[in-house]
C-alpha cells in the first residue's frame, strides 16, 4: 500500500507544474514492486476534482539494471533475477523508478 503516497505526490506535483492547463495524457511509469492496479485507484482519487482528472493514463513499467558478478553483463530485471548470460547473481545499478510521471499532453496538443 506505499503506492497511495508516492501517486498521491506525483499527482500534486504534475498539477502544480501544469499551473491549472488540462491534461489530456499523462505515462506514469512504475517500477517491479508498485502494484499498478493500486496505483491506478491512488492516481483516480489524487487528481479528481482537478485539470489532470479527465486525461488517459498510461502506465508504463520499469525495471532495474542489474550487473552479474560474475561475467559483468549488465541486464533489466528484478533484485532476484539471474544474469541471462551466465545464470550469476547480480546486483542493481540503476534502480526503476517507484513511481514517477514522465510525460504529459495538454488539451488540444497533438
Known amino acids: 500500500m506505499h503506492e497511495r503516497g508516492m501517486v498521491s505526490a506525483a499527482a500534486a506535483n504534475l498539477i502544480e507544474t501544469v499551473s491549472g492547463r488540462s491534461l489530456s495524457e499523462v505515462t506514469v511509469a512504475i517500477g517491479p514492486t508498485v502494484s499498478a492496479e493500486i496505483a ?3 492516481w483516480m482519487s489524487a487528481v479528481l476534482g482537478t485539470t489532470a482528472e479527465q486525461a488517459t493514463v498510461h502506465w508504463v513499467g520499469r525495471s532495474h539494471v542489474l550487473a552479474c558478478f560474475l561475467c559483468g553483463w549488465e541486464y ?3 533484485k532476484l533475477d539471474v544474469c541471462p548470460q551466465c545464470g550469476g547473481n547480480g ?3 540503476a534502480a526503476a523508478p ?3 510521471v514522465e510525460d504529459w499532453r495538454f488539451e488540444g496538443e497533438s
Do not use: F, I, S
Request: hydrophobic share 60%.
Open 98 to 100: 517507484e513511481v514517477e
Open 91 to 93: 546486483l542493481v545499478v
Open 76 to 78: 533489466a530485471g528484478d
Open 40 to 42: 491506478a485507484e491512488a
